[in-house]
């Protein structure tokens, strides 16, 4: 027959190669996959927008109004940094604006009113954006108080939960032996 200790280890052992058995493909891929990325990197820039215009200064205006957008597939990269295919048609447009001689703020205005606070990567402190500035701060406190009050109310059910008599014994029996034991070792360390 095992005991607890045993059964829990062996559960412990079981579950800890399965975890093994999973992650030895994973952890292949991941060995392999930083040699083959110079073979992969062309596929990655086949899908980039092209410039259309082989301006410098374009493109560094395009590339800085961009850091300032969010993806709207992605949404949590930037518009400079994503590579679907929306973020191309985006970049393309923007593109055309500062060709049409549009400013950078005329061209983020024209994005905004059309995609709303949300694509801005760094939405204004407003009304209509206070819960998104707001909420993570928010949820922070209340999942800290939540679990101050968890512990706080299992600490005093721990405490209030009295001894039975036969557990009461036992603990008085325990403390005897132990206060014995002590008492002898002390006796001839002197």
């Not at 980039?48 to 215009?53: D, Q, T």
């Not at 939540?146 to 325990?174: G, H, K, W």
């Amino acid at each position: 027959m095992r005991r607890g200790w045993q059964t829990s280890a062996l559960t412990s052992a079981r579950s800890l190669l399965r975890a093994l058995l999973f992650a030895a493909p994973v952890l292949a891929i991941g060995a392999l996959l930083p040699p083959l990325q110079p073979l992969l990197a062309p596929a990655a820039v086949a899908n980039e927008a092209a410039p259309l215009v082989a301006d410098e200064v374009t493109e560094k205006r395009l590339l800085a109004i961009s850091e300032e957008l969010r993806c709207l597939v992605c949404q949590n990269e930037t518009l400079a940094a994503s590579q679907a295919e929306l973020a191309n048609d985006l970049r393309r447009e923007i593109r055309g604006l500062i060709k049409d001689g549009k400013s950078d703020a005329e061209i983020m205005d024209f994005l905004v009113s059309r995609y709303g606070d949300f694509v801005r990567y760094r939405p204004p402190l407003k009304s209509s954006t206070l819960l998104l500035w707001l909420g993570p701060a928010a949820l922070l406190l209340i999942g800290i108080f939540a679990l101050f009050r968890y512990l706080r109310q299992r600490n005093v059910a721990i405490a209030a939960t009295p001894l039975s008599a036969d557990e009461a014994r036992r603990a008085d029996a325990l403390l005897n032996a132990g206060s014995a034991d002590n008492s002898d070792q002390h006796g001839n360390k002197s």
